[in-house]
């Protein structure tokens, strides 16, 4: 049985998940909750961009396919605000095009749906504690591009 001491420091992170499908929110946000001492859902870029002027993030968290905007758009302005945050990209239709893009503009992390639960709250805590503004991104942290058992 996990203390309650070692659950608080386990919920650390402030985290924006980005997703338009509320299913797909409500799951992905089940699955982070564990890491998350603060996590705010929206369903759209604009919706995403309004909660990063609002408040601070350690580390976003975007599915690759929104409707209004696209999130590889989403994922560059995101990357053209400071602070830079770490942005782990979900995607259920993973291509190599998809991954070369979210890495040029500058993804933390590419994975796929469907995802081992324990993979990804792994990859986010990873990418929220180690990568800085000045970090190096891509292809070198651990998670980049790999398909979830």
Same mark, same amino acid.
């Given at each position: ?6 659950? *608080? ?67 560059? *302005?995101?990357?053209?605000? #400071?602070? *830079? ?50 970090? #190096?991104?891509? #292809?070198?942290? #651990? ?7």
């Amino acid at each position: 049985m996990v203390s309650s001491e070692a659950k *608080r420091r386990e919920a650390s992170l402030r985290i924006l998940l980005v997703d338009d499908e509320p299913d797909h929110q409500l799951t992905v946000g089940a699955v982070l909750r564990p890491l998350a001492l603060e996590m705010r859902m929206v369903g759209s870029g604009e919706e995403a961009l309004q909660a990063l002027a609002e408040q601070t993030f350690d580390v976003v968290v975007l599915d690759l396919r929104l409707r209004q905007g696209g999130g590889l758009n989403l994922l560059r *302005r995101i990357k053209a605000l #400071p602070p *830079r945050l770490p942005v782990v990209v979900l995607t259920a239709y993973p291509s190599f095009r998809s991954r070369m893009q979210a890495m040029a503009a500058g993804a933390s992390a590419y994975l796929t749906k469907p995802y081992d639960p324990n993979h990804l709250r792994k990859v986010v805590r990873h990418v929220a504690e180690h990568l800085t503004p000045s970090a #190096p991104q891509g #292809p070198g942290v #651990p998670g980049w591009g790999k398909r979830s058992p």
